[in-house]
């Protein structure tokens, strides 16, 4: 199929041939380029309305970078009114400055055949980033290890329809709150082979991230190629704080790129009303996107959009609402006004199960984000209990929703095959079409499979323990982490990076705060 | 809220009065109205090529209208090149035929605060349809009964964003065959006030359906109103047979509207391919409808198409692909060409339990059909393994999912509150809005909220019982169940159509096949 390409990759070298050879590699789908048009629920004057409004809060209230005289000393020089640390951008700078942003560009995966475009009519797919548990039918929920992590990323490299490896799969809180991210990345660089993101807690960890990269790819081509995504949050409402942007500055100065990302629980960090979140949305991401500009102008940045509604009874966040979804639609249209690469939505929901609140929630969000033109999807698979838990069995149950987004991007054909007129013919009123040339010449594509889900006769279902989706999901993990097989990878750089992380946990004492 | 009627209303007549005060009333969503544009993944081009084909079909392979020589006669008079018993229509007398049915018309409720607009922008939401089967969660799988039935329609009536109670919500398989529509019809009519379709088993149960409507509605109001929208299945492909099209013979010559539906399942009932199954889809759509105006010309329609696709190693038809989307997408653009009103989409899945395959599927073609500009939505609720099972706990999961449909059609407000720059003002750089003055007047209908998923912490759900969806939709169940009051009906009315049924049973023998 056309649509898949091959993780095996010839390499220079009799070494890299023999390891190669004994390698195994497991197949995973091209990112999605969508045929099918995105879908508007903005028209032209409710647009104009939100980009002007989003200009008067840049200008009249201006956003806050907090702890960062060297933020607010690029502000000043490039126009901006500073007042201690409210900067106050005139209208139209901060959108004029945003134009050096690329509107797509390439992340380079160390498996060249898994390079990831991300901008235009493409949409990558990266899985759930951040939570601090994990949960498994067995196991129950329990604080995420570093061993959680690394299934974690195998499950994501064996997963055929996830382009990107991410980043924080889930937080490995048995390692030193400052020594994970050489754990984490390690895990990333030599167990999967799909492009991965920067560590963002400090700005020296964003370092790091980008010398393990110089040691994976070499020095020469980080410095001229993509190869990580990592992920800047805004402290919304309109702040930026210092340390999130001195990983920004450190990504943006070596050529790296950063998700630039309002975090809206609406109610509580936006208006409660959609065109109210939108506008601050926007005038949120012209802010940051513009001073990733001014930091290096021309560096690569995705503009983003974190959001979710709340249950006004409980506080609680609430997932796969239709508020969220008319903000997601909205911003992308705003986004691709701006000319910039997007990023939202996710496999989200609130539910403490993979269970049917799960899956209405994370369905709801995924069709919403690919109608909504996203280019970058973190949280397509994995996320459960409103971000707190990466789930095992959610994991493998979202990434084979997946599958269902890369046929939906697909379009509809109309050529001579697709028309099937003969095929009508040969059947004709009455008959059927099951075993007619047509049928037998295109079954094989013709429709989107799930992997994990149950399609047996119910006799068949009920002999075999009558097991619901997670339960199946629970036997796919399974058999998925007992198959895996690293992908292959040169022996020197394995032992350079390992060097390398050893010799920096050394330098420093270990912080569990 | 503006967008909730009330079901109670003032009725005639101090006996009517009475019943009135002892009456309680469940509140009913209005019908949907789009604010939303549709999805459309065709594009001119596609669309002619798959009109211009559909009409090679009509002409050039005809369609089979089988035991119903009444029906060939008028296909003759019409200019139609009739070989036996099948009918070719010469290019452009279908569409032609099409244009004298009404693109909108109301179905009268008994309750008129619950009628409903069928067409344009409107969507109406009705239960799932035809299973033999019921599940919930003490009692397992087991074949339906009148009880159950009955059940079902109280379930309907007493859900707020269900706007139908439909027809067969189960099959009361403890009910001789031949008299099962009276009982089903005695249901909707007595235990709910909203409209509900009739019988297509017979002729005769059409007839049936009729004559209960005139006792419920008054002779001439049947006349001159629409009361019932019924099924008429096409057997695709290309079967048109004599009962199906006897019902809806009797129906439209009462002004009664039906459904014309193909009922495909994709590389079984039609090609294996999008453009060829829409092709099929259109032609068939064609020549039903244009039969349901050779009967009676006005006579009002629905053209509907149920799609699925087919899983090619087991032959069990799958739910929620997205190639049920395109097609899904690609009919409702034919539709609208063609000026009619618009069934398709419902809460579909294969899956066996109300678990996460379930809900992904549901949620996928729930969605799909909000934005391919569906008119009718049967199957919007209660659907579980294919359509075999009636399921209790879904018909509550999913009817709360209806919800969010709601939500989404709304669209953007963008309005001075909406655009909430006061707010935005008022809260600035590093602030909350939970407590702003924005919120406090807004919050109460700013975010749809489930009534059935689970918003608590953490702690606070387990210590409930950390109840999955399927348990939490159990507890509704019952509660609902236990709530029910039955809504207010005439004596007179009711014992004239106890009087009918009881009558009309005694003049037939129990069949059961």
């Given at each position: 199929m056309s649509e898949v390409i091959e993780g095996r990759r010839a390499r220079g070298g009799g070494a890299a041939r023999r390891a190669e050879r004994t390698a195994v590699s497991f197949e995973t789908a091209k990112f999605i380029t969508r045929n099918i048009p995105n879908f508007e629920v903005l028209n032209e004057e409710a647009l104009q309305i939100i980009e002007y409004n989003a200009e008067t809060i840049l200008e009249e209230i201006g956003v806050n970078f907090v702890e960062n005289p060297a933020a607010l000393q690029r502000w000043r020089e490039a126009g901006a009114d500073v007042r201690g640390e409210r900067v106050h951008i005139p209208r139209g700078l901060a959108r004029k400055l945003c134009?050096?942003?690329?509107s797509q560009f390439t992340q380079h995966?160390?498996?060249?055949?898994?390079n990831v475009e991300i901008g235009g009519k493409s949409l990558v797919l990266a899985p759930v980033y951040g939570p601090p548990f994990v949960r498994d039918l067995?196991?129950?929920?329990r604080y995420a290890t570093i061993e959680d992590f690394r299934n974690f990323v195998k499950l994501g490299y064996m997963s055929?329809?996830?382009h990107h490896s991410g980043?924080?799969?889930?937080?490995?809180?048995?390692?030193?709150v400052n020594k994970r991210h050489f754990d984490m990345l390690l895990a990333h660089m030599t167990l999967s082979d799909k492009p991965y993101m920067g560590s963002v807690t400090e700005p020296s960890r964003a370092q790091d991230s980008v010398d393990m990269s110089k040691i994976l790819f070499g020095d020469d081509f980080v410095d001229q190629n993509t190869v990580m995504t990592s992920l800047i949050n805004i402290n919304s409402p309109m702040t930026f704080d210092g340390i999130m942007m001195g990983a920004l500055e450190v990504y943006a100065a070596n050529n790296q790129a950063s998700i630039v990302s309002p975090f809206i629980v609406g109610g509580a960090m936006?208006?409660?009303?959609v065109a109210g979140t939108l506008t601050q949305v926007l005038a949120e991401v012209l802010a940051g996107v513009a001073y990733s500009q001014l930091v290096r102008a021309g560096a690569p940045v995705i503009a983003g959009a974190f959001v979710t509604s709340i249950?006004?009874?409980?506080?609680a966040p609430t997932f796969g609402t239709p508020e969220a979804a008319h903000i997601t639609w909205g911003t992308g249209q705003l986004v691709r006004r701006l000319g910039l690469p997007y990023r939202s939505a996710g496999a989200f929901c609130g539910s403490k199960l993979p269970d049917a609140q799960a899956a209405y929630e994370s369905a709801n969000s995924l069709n919403m984000g690919l109608s909504a033109g996203v280019n970058f999807m973190l949280h397509?698979?994995?996320?459960l209990e409103g971000g707190l838990v990466s789930s095992y069995e959610k994991f493998v149950m979202d990434a084979d929703q997946l599958g269902a987004l890369h046929g939906l991007a697909k379009g509809v054909a109309v050529d001579d095959n697709a028309q099937a007129l003969d095929a009508i013919r040969e059947v004709g009123?009455?008959?059927?079409?099951?075993?007619?040339a047509h049928t037998q010449a295109n079954?094989?594509?013709a429709f989107w499979r799930s992997d994990v889900l149950d399609y047996k006769p119910f006799e068949t279902w009920e002999e075999e323990g009558a097991r619901d989706t997670s339960q199946l999901a629970s036997a796919k993990v399974k058999k998925m982490l007992a198959d895996y097989v690293p992908p292959a990878l040169d022996e020197g750089k394995r032992e350079a990076l390992e060097a390398y992380v050893a010799r920096r946990k050394e330098s420093m004492p270990d912080a569990f705060l």
């Open positions: 134009s050096t942003a690329p995966a160390r498996n060249p055949g898994r067995e196991g129950g929920r055929k329809w996830l980043g924080t799969v889930c937080e490995p809180t048995d390692i030193p936006a208006p409660v009303t249950d006004m009874n409980s506080g397509a698979c994995g996320w009123p009455g008959g059927h079409y099951l075993g007619c079954f094989k594509t």
